[in-house]
């Protein structure tokens, strides 16, 4: 999770080092909270207006408003005198700025709160998170749950702010784990992907299952991966040989004075025999290896 140092509009004094969580709304909420401001506008260091969140990146500098525009000012605490050959101290990058802000006694403060606000955290906040799914326990770390969906479900439920977690956990059980009353089966794939990024799972599970799973807890980035493995196994089923069973079923819902069409049907390797299929037409029919008699 990114971490910002934000200034009220117009002044270098008095930073505050935030999280950046899940919205800009939100980082606006805890950004007005600090100053004592509905804040509404958040700008860059250059004055530039901030309208997404994949634009803050992490150790940015940014300044919040009530309303009003970006505020330019020439910064004292970022330019120190200090500078090599006699230059402008305000003519250095902005990343020299930024480096040099990280030593800004505001800024040091400023770290030393979040600090002190992270050894607050209520108890529930240990690295490890036990999770009781329909009756199974899995044991995780919550950097796995949190890092690579943090938008997710399970991201909200752990991830932790200034006076505690984002979203109210589920209830727990005796032994102290979190109760979350989904299958257990289609949940450990999830909870392997958030740990290794990999889509990993046995055959007998059914895809469809997982990708249910997936969405229930926003788990977004596996998603297209899973819709496009139930596609092609979609495809890949319409192009198998036909079962015993499913040459029985057709004989069953078909009247015995009708003609039942099997032109282009793939039988290979089916066990035919002891069926009457005179009532089959068997036109282009694609039946190497399969077992069949005709009855007498």
């Known amino acids: 999770m990114k971490r910002v140092i934000i200034f009220k509009n117009g002044t270098e004094v008095d930073g505050k080092v935030v999280l950046v969580t899940h919205s800009l709304d939100e980082l606006l909420t ?13 700008f ?32 004292l605490s970022y330019c120190r005198h200090s ?21 800004d006694p505001a800024v040091i403060s400023a770290l030393m709160d979040l600090t002190m606000e992270a050894k607050q955290l209520p108890p529930n906040s240990g690295h490890w998170v036990t999770l009781n799914v329909g009756g199974k326990y899995f044991t995780t770390s919550r ?34 784990a979190y109760l979350i009353d989904r299958s257990p ?34 788990i977004d980035s596996v998603i297209p991966q899973l819709e496009n493995m139930i596609t092609q196994g979609q495809q890949t089923r319409d192009n198998l040989p036909l079962s015993r069973r499913d040459v029985i079923n057709a004989l069953i819902s078909t009247p015995f004075t009708a003609e039942l069409r099997f032109q282009g049907v793939n039988l290979a390797g089916s066990d035919l025999s002891r069926l009457d299929l005179r009532s089959i037409n068997l036109n282009l029919l ?5 077992a069949w008699s005709v009855p007498t």
């Open 30 to 42: 805890t950004a007005g909270n600090k100053f004592g401001i509905v804040a509404k506008r958040i």
């Open 286 to 290: 694609a039946f190497t290896g399969a």
């Open 83 to 103: 500078c090599k050959g006699g230059n402008d101290p305000c003519s250095s990058s902005a990343e020299d700025q930024v480096t040099v802000a990280k030593h």
């Open 44 to 75: 860059t260091e250059k004055g530039g207006e901030i309208d997404d969140l994949k634009l803050v990146r992490d150790d940015d500098i940014l300044y919040v408003s009530a309303g009003e525009n970006f505020i330019p000012h020439k910064s």
């Open 143 to 176: 950097s796995t749950l949190i890092n690579k969906e943090p938008s997710s479900m399970l991201a909200r439920m752990f991830a932790e702010r200034e006076g505690g977690l984002y979203m109210s956990p589920s209830n727990v059980d005796s032994k102290g």
């Open 185 to 218: 089966a289609y949940f450990e794939p999830i909870l392997n992907y958030l740990r290794n990024g990999q889509l990993i799972f046995d055959s007998s599970l059914n895809a469809e299952g997982i990708l249910e799973e997936a969405r229930f807890f926003g």
